[in-house]
């Protein structure tokens, strides 16, 4: 079967001459920048957009979870638009195969050898299209790319680019034709968004400036691939003090304490929280994390990993409240996190 994906794009970066690492300041203008071209697509949702920077910038990726119509696959589609780095779609559909995605050895009959043919999945970022339609099989082949940015077929691993960035949309798991996302997929994937319904002004705008031509279709990139490595770079020497880091650990620790939980959150749910504040201070033109850091990404961290038990559904509660109501009651440090460095 031929792989349902579009590849296009320059050239990935290689190992060899790295680029300096940019300042925060430097980092704050190009995000601002990627921002900016992003929000030329999806009018009045600079949070969403926000979230999907932190993400990239935290060397995460992105599920974007909402019903139809409201912008998922705009998103995916301008982020990944706005770096000029390669850019591969994959449409999510029940017959895909896992080859569909990693690539398959092909015998060659003129060297009588096989020869890899690399999947969709070889690219700096990669768009999956409605992640949920697609059997549990197949959503399972993206779980190493995904953790260990690599790829094993037939014995022999082949590593992925870097930056390596999966942003997948999905609509709810009420809606027809769709499969629920297993536990170990939804936590490989840093953050998760909800775009929601634009309000009547961002709506009026929308259908104003979009209704005669397709906004992607006039989107050019305003970064690339080696200024976003460069950007992760950064952010990785983002300063997090003990305090913070304990701040962390405590609200991840919280969520195995809830009685209305089957199952709280990962150890590698801690290391993107951390990662996440990061980022998100790294935005916000600082080279060290305070506990507003960890506060602004907790919920699109946490919450998608939790699992409810029955009778928490029953009663209609939501892994979001949860994750709102642990940060209401866990001590926050009030000491100084700008105190220790390096």
């Given at each position: 079967?031929?792989?349902?994906?579009?590849?296009?794009?320059?050239?990935?970066?290689?190992?060899?001459?790295?680029?300096?690492?940019?300042?925060?300041?430097?980092?704050?203008?190009?995000?601002?920048?990627?921002?900016?071209?992003?929000?030329?697509?999806?009018?009045?949702?600079?949070?969403?957009?926000?979230?999907?920077?932190?993400?990239?910038?935290?060397?995460?990726?992105?599920?974007?979870?909402?019903?139809?119509?409201?912008?998922?696959?705009?998103?995916?589609?301008?982020?990944?638009?706005?770096?000029?780095?390669?850019?591969?779609?994959?449409?999510?559909?029940?017959?895909?195969?896992p080859s569909d995605i990693t690539g398959v050895s092909v015998y060659n009959?003129?060297?009588?050898?096989?020869?890899?043919?690399?999947?969709?999945?070889?690219?700096?970022?990669?768009?999956?299209?409605?992640?949920?339609?697609?059997?549990?099989?197949?959503?399972?082949?993206?779980?190493?790319?995904?953790?260990?940015?690599?790829?094993?077929?037939?014995?022999?691993?082949?590593?992925l680019s870097s930056p390596f960035m999966v942003i997948a949309t999905q609509?709810?798991?009420?809606?027809?034709?769709?499969?629920?996302?297993?536990?170990?997929?939804?936590?490989?994937?840093?953050?998760?968004?909800?775009?929601?319904?634009?309000?009547?002004?961002?709506?009026?705008?929308?259908?104003?400036?979009?209704?005669?031509?397709d906004p992607l279709a006039d989107l050019r990139p305003v970064a690339d691939?080696?200024?976003?490595?460069?950007?992760?770079?950064?952010?990785?020497?983002?300063?997090?003090?003990?305090?913070?880091?304990?701040?962390?650990?405590?609200?991840?620790?919280?969520?195995?304490?809830?009685?209305?939980?089957?199952?709280?959150?990962?150890?590698?749910?801690?290391?993107?929280?951390?990662?996440?504040?990061?980022?998100?201070?790294?935005?916000?033109?600082?080279?060290?994390?305070?506990?507003?850091?960890?506060?602004?990404?907790?919920?699109?961290?946490?919450?998608?990993?939790?699992?409810?038990?029955?009778?928490?559904?029953?009663?209609?509660?939501?892994?979001?409240?949860?994750?709102?109501?642990?940060?209401?009651?866990?001590?926050?440090?009030?000491?100084?996190?700008?105190?220790?460095?390096?």
């Amino acid at each position: 079967m031929t792989p349902r994906a579009e590849l296009s794009g320059a050239p990935t970066t290689g190992t060899g001459d790295a680029p300096e690492t940019p300042g925060v300041d430097q980092l704050h203008a190009t995000i601002q920048r990627i921002a900016a071209n992003v929000e030329q697509v999806l009018v009045g949702k600079p949070e969403v957009v926000r979230l999907a920077l932190v993400t990239l910038l935290a060397e995460g990726h992105l599920l974007v979870e909402d019903v139809p119509g409201v912008g998922k696959t705009s998103l995916a589609k301008a982020l990944a638009r706005s770096i000029d780095c390669t850019v591969s779609r994959i449409q999510f559909t029940p017959d895909l195969l896992p080859s569909d995605i990693t690539g398959v050895s092909v015998y060659n009959r003129r060297t009588e050898s096989f020869e890899f043919r690399p999947g969709p999945v070889f690219a700096n970022v990669v768009v999956g299209d409605e992640i949920n339609r697609a059997s549990p099989k197949t959503q399972s082949a993206l779980l190493e790319c995904m953790e260990e940015r690599q790829v094993t077929v037939d014995g022999d691993t082949y590593p992925l680019s870097s930056p390596f960035m999966v942003i997948a949309t999905q609509n709810p798991v009420e809606m027809e034709g769709t499969y629920a996302l297993p536990e170990a997929q939804r936590d490989r994937f840093t953050t998760r968004v909800s775009i929601g319904y634009p309000d009547p002004k961002a709506e009026l705008a929308m259908v104003d400036e979009h209704a005669g031509h397709d906004p992607l279709a006039d989107l050019r990139p305003v970064a690339d691939a080696a200024e976003v490595h460069g950007l992760v770079q950064a952010v990785r020497q983002v300063h997090v003090s003990t305090e913070v880091r304990r701040y962390a650990v405590d609200l991840v620790a919280g969520t195995r304490q809830l009685t209305e939980l089957r199952l709280g959150a990962s150890p590698r749910s801690t290391l993107q929280l951390v990662r996440a504040a990061r980022a998100q201070a790294a935005l916000a033109g600082r080279g060290f994390t305070i506990p507003d850091d960890v506060q602004a990404v907790a919920i699109p961290v946490l919450a998608h990993r939790l699992v409810l038990t029955s009778e928490a559904r029953a009663a209609r509660r939501s892994t979001t409240d949860l994750v709102r109501q642990l940060l209401d009651r866990t001590p926050v440090p009030r000491g100084d996190t700008e105190r220790e460095r390096g």
